[in-house]
């Protein structure tokens, strides 16, 4: 956000008039953690939210539609605030790179190709409850030890091969009753499964799919699969790439160009219109912690990359 504020000032700064407006936006809830959903913001101005979206509840029962109102918010009035179909010419996004490839090149800022399309699922295994001292171990129908083979198998099946960008994440794992001496009756887990690929992606869910019900078969467990979130990858636009090429050798930059894993409002944005992306060097590619860190250094050469290409793409004239 600041990025794009230093941009549109250093316009204002230097007279340029673009032949286009430009408008500078802070996208709320881009990461969907309490509502399980993501890129809330960006899709509502662009008018993609989904049937029943409001009435999504948080981990307090707490409805998305509840939350706004709380904010200060009008839910009602959500249309007012979409944007024309064809009204955006193109979208730029600066960004950390969340991951450590900058830092291992040893390269400043890199030119995004695209955004992996995520796949969130919610993971449900009911068996049955019972004494830990006194059901057999024949017996049981452990929820969480069917969801451990599962873990287990997501990890192998996102590793297999090692050139490709496949991830896959368990991030959140609910066990009920969640008592030391009682068998777990169910457990309820979250699934993270990315990929650039759509193909590959797709062959890989499958796959996991088959292991979810293979394990529940074996244990004796009930299975429910909910998707939460299904996005295809997005690639960046070819012209937009070039432009970042040009104006990065302007300030003796050759940046590498990487793909991006983590989903960010550019990916919702690609749906109306063509987009670019910048990613800067994080230290050990932390990032979401106390510990992320990028230097000013490296931040304002993204940003001056992020106002040049602004420029040349708005054909700015003085």
Known sequence: MLGALEAAQTMRERGLRPEMPIEVVAFCDEEGCRFNKGLFGVRGILGRLEEGELERTDKNGVTRRQALIEFGCDPERFEDSVYKPGSIGAYLELHIEQ????????????????????????????????????????????????????ILALREIASRNPDAPTVGTVGSLKVFP???????????????????????????????????????????????????????????????????????????LEPPELMSGPFHDALEMSYACDYGMIFVRCREGISHNPKEFAAIDDIALGAELLYRTAVDMARAGE
């Not at 001496?181 to 799919?209: A, G």
Request: aromatic fraction near 4%; glycine fraction near 8%.
């Open 99 to 150: 991951g450590p490839v900058l830092e291992a090149l040893g390269q400043p800022v890199g030119i995004v190709t695209g955004i992996a399309g995520p796949l969130w699922l919610t993971v449900t295994l009911t068996g049955a409850a019972g004494h830990a001292g006194s059901v057999p171990m024949r017996m049981r129908k452990d929820a969480l030890v069917g969801a451990a083979r599962i």
């Open 178 to 252: 969640d008592s030391r001496n009682i068998i777990p009756e169910k457990v309820e887990f979250t699934v993270d499964l990315r990929d650039i690929d759509q193909e590959r992606r797709d062959r890989l869910e499958s796959e996991l799919m088959e292991t979810i019900r293979r394990t529940a078969e074996e244990y004796g467990l009930e299975v429910q699969v909910r998707e939460d979130t299904n996005s295809p990858p997005r690639y960046c636009a070819e012209w937009i790439k070039d432009a970042m090429r040009r104006c990065a050798r302007e300030i003796g």
